[in-house]
Every structure is written in C-alpha cells, then in structure tokens.
C-alpha cells in the first residue's frame, strides 16, 4: 500500500476515491477502487513535487503524466488490479488492457497526457540528441559482452525468446557476450531487445575497447556508458509503481534466463533462476516477495 501520512489518533483514515473524470467501470471492486484510487494520489503527489527540471526529472515526470492515463484506461474498462499491476510491472501493460502493441499503446496516451512543464516531444527529442551522438553502429558488440548481466522484465525476455528460439545457436565474437549477440556482432533479437539495451549507449569507440579489456584483465569496466532513457518506457512504469504501490519488483537477469531457455528450461524456471541472479547481482533491490537467501 503506499506510505501517506499516518491519520490522527482516534480519527479513522477515509478512503481514497476515485477522480470522477476517470469513469471507472461498475466492475471494479470496492478494494481494487482503493488500490486504484492511492496509485492516483500518488502519481499527483509525484507531478506536483517541486523539482529541478533537469532531463532526469523531467523524464519521471512525463512517465507519470503517461502512467494517468493508462491507469485511468485501465479504471474505466474495469481491468482488476492484480491484472494491470502484474502486467505494468512485468513490463507488458498494453496486455493488461487488451490493446494494440506497447509502442503504438504508448504513443497514442502520450498524445492525449496533460500538458508538460515543456512539451513531451521535445523532451523526447532531447533523449533523441544524447543517442545521436553515440558512436554505437551495426556490428559493434562490445556492450554486449561488458555488461555480462543485463536486467530485464518478464515480458521482454518473452518477446526476445519468441525471436530466438527459432534460430540456431551461434559462436559469439567473445565468449562472455550475451546469448542473443550472432557471430557477425549483430544483435538477432534487434527488434525485441530490453529497453535498457536501447537506452544505453557510449560515444567514444576506443573507450569501450579499453572498458572491454580491462574487464577482461580485472572484472572491473570503470565509467563509460551514456544513458538515453525515455519517458515511454515499460521500465519507468514498473517503476513507478513499486515505489507508488508497494509492487513487488520483477527484474530479471536477461542472459541468465536465455541460457536457461537454451538449455530446455520452462520460462518460469528460467525467470526464476533470472531472478536469482539478478538480486545475487543487487541484494538491494530485494523485496518482501522475493525467499530468503540461502545460508540464513
């Protein structure tokens, strides 16, 4: 549930409502108005914190002007909550909805969300500037194999399986590099990668080069990377609402869950052994869903 001001003593806490404008549907449950109703307050307190408008701010601003509207979208055609919220945080929200792919769902909320402090589209083509001045191209695969671990929601390992279990296995140009990376440094799952692999990005060829080979050398890579991260991104949802709603984080490790998959293992094996992984890699991000680690 989200953390408000606890209510005075004797004075029991009303319940949230619903905004009227939202329409909700008949359908909705009494407890799944409430769940609705604190996601609502919660995205207004977060629009309406003061903030320095750095691209960053601005960023999880927009994301939660997006995030209204698709949870009033939700609200009126009476999705349940644990449908919408398993689906937001797996990174799949348009399947929560029963609408058209992600991209299309977002672009088309992004055109009717409330006015930005700036319009959405520039801050957008801000982002779009940082990529453009990256040296990433066709065949260049260093990232690839650096970042040994790769986080990704439940849903984008779907998509990129869906791609990849169809193709054979291929020698990759290092032996550290991602499942999905061909023997040309092409990426095979291009067109269904994670977001993360989007958004991350580095302008200088030769940097990545040492990063690689000091990896290789140490274990360690030292800072290199640029992030390009966008508004419209499953990421920033997901996000948002484990900190609004209390949701438990999905995060896997997308190159653990790929070799599992490679191996035979059922998705939900291989997303649990993501998982793992993933919080092996960051015990911060733990949450009161995930077990206990071993040895306790």
Sequence with gaps: MLKGRPARPGRPAAPPALPAWTRPSPRLSPADRERYARLFAGLAALIARPREKVVTALLQEASARVLVDLTAEAVRQGVPWKRFSTAVMEGAPASALGEEDLPALLGRLAGTAPALPGPLQALEGRVQERRDAWACGAGCWMCCAINARVTALPAEVRAAWEILKDLPQETAPHPRACPALGADGLCRVYAARPAVCGRLGSTDVAACEAALARYDATGEVGPFMQSAASALDPWAFASLLAELADEPRRQVDLVTCLHRLRAGAKMADALGAGRAA????????????????RGR
């Design 278 to 293: 993933h919080l092996a890699a960051n015990p911060g991000e733990r949450n009161r869903l995930d077990p206990a680690p």
